[in-house]
């Protein structure tokens, strides 16, 4: 994997939408999380054709993609959000641009299509840290949140990955811009769950289960099965707040190719349990993390009994967020119960 030149203050960066333009929906929102990307990291962002353009073909957001990285004044490239069609085109980038240009990218969700056609180059980039939600965070951002974000920006290393105090996963209504000041109700965190007193170390690769279904079954290219022995999978699920055995299937789905059998660890975000169109409440949030974190658990036990499991991480769709090093490795110390992730 590529080593990047951390960031300084003032630094350009590219703020993209390689998914879904939301920026164009909500560009309040949006102009929170640039506001904050100057104020609270110092950075200039710089705004790409498609970055607020509802609808733009995958072939006007390759060409973005292509262009920010091969502008040598552009240091890193963020993703305002997610979506659900990278599938349709990221195949389709030419491999010379990114891999004559590496840089850093941060973005999860759909993008996890993007990193991982990144992580086939050479090229490691982030899993978290997006424009429209962590940086636009009602309120404020969080320190958690900003701690991470600012290590893989402007530091580097191993830095150890502790579980947060509380978490969220309610938002509020984005049409509502008075509610961009008022503070996301929060609620303690249980910390993360251990399985497995088999300690390992491996460079991370994965991210949202959905992606992955996506990449399966469309046939994208993917890690081999020799680059799986080297690997430390990274799962979490999204807003759709999949059922169990959707979960299992596509879990399942990666024991049946063999990569769980491979495999050195794996590491499960904590799972979304609330959104507009399912307001769970607590019980049934507790209930529903439950029972997909013993789904998970029971699938990789079929095909690999002694690897380390640990679930309910602060990466994914709920925050606070660790901004994963996507290709960067990962240190698993099953006896202390400690995790090292190197920026």
């Known amino acids: 994997m590529n080593k990047f030149k951390k960031l300084s203050k003032g630094d350009k960066v590219a703020v993209l939408s390689p998914s879904f333009a939301a920026p164009g929906m909500f560009p309040v929102v949006y102009e929170l999380g640039l506001e904050r990307l100057r104020t609270v990291f110092g950075l200039e962002p710089v705004e790409f054709p498609t970055t607020r353009k ?13 262009e920010a990285f091969t502008d040598p004044d552009i240091k890193v490239v963020i993703a305002t959000i997610g979506g659900d069609d ?38 490691p ?5 997006s424009i429209m939600t962590q940086y636009a965070m009602q309120g404020e951002m969080d320190a958690y949140t900003v701690e991470y974000i600012k290590h893989a920006l402007f530091v580097g290393g191993e830095k150890e990955l502790i579980a947060s105090a509380t978490y969220t996963d309610q938002e ?31 460079m991370i690769w994965g991210g949202c289960v959905e992606s992955l279904d996506e990449m ?28 169990a055995s959707y979960v299992f299937r596509v ?20 799972a979304k349990a609330w959104e507009f169109d399912k307001p769970f409440t607590l019980v049934q949030k507790e209930e529903y993390r439950k029972q997909q974190q013993e789904t998970i658990l029971k699938t990789i036990r079929h095909y690999h ?39």
């Not at 030419?94 to 840089?103: D, H, L, M, S, T």
């Not at 769709?317 to 990962?330: A, C, F, L």
């Open 305 to 343: 009994p002694t690897i380390p499991i640990v679930q309910n991480m602060n990466f994914g769709h709920t925050d606070p967020q660790i901004p994963m090093p996507y290709g960067g490795e990962v240190r698993i110390d099953a006896q202390e119960k400690r995790l090292f992730a190197d920026f």
């Open 54 to 66: 509802l609808g733009a073909s995958g072939e006007e957001r390759a060409a973005d993609l292509v």
């Open 172 to 202: 509020h209504d984005w049409h509502d811009e008075s509610l961009l000041h008022t503070r996301r109700p929060h609620w303690e965190n249980e910390g993360h769950v251990w399985d497995g007193e088999q300690s390992a170390r491996g």
């Open 86 to 123: 990278q599938v349709t085109y990221i195949k389709h980038l030419p491999p010379e641009p990114f891999r004559e240009n590496p840089k850093p990218f941060f973005g999860y969700s759909d993008n996890s299509h993007f990193s991982n056609f990144l992580f086939l180059q050479g090229i």
């Open 125 to 129: 980039s982030y899993y978290g840290g």
């Open 216 to 243: 399966l079954r469309h046939n994208i290219p993917i890690p081999t099965l020799e680059q799986f022995e080297e690997i430390v999978l990274m799962l979490e699920t999204s807003e759709e707040i999949p059922n």
């Open 251 to 270: 879990v399942r789905a990666l024991g049946e190719r063999g990569i769980l059998a491979r495999v050195r660890g794996v590491l499960v975000g904590r």
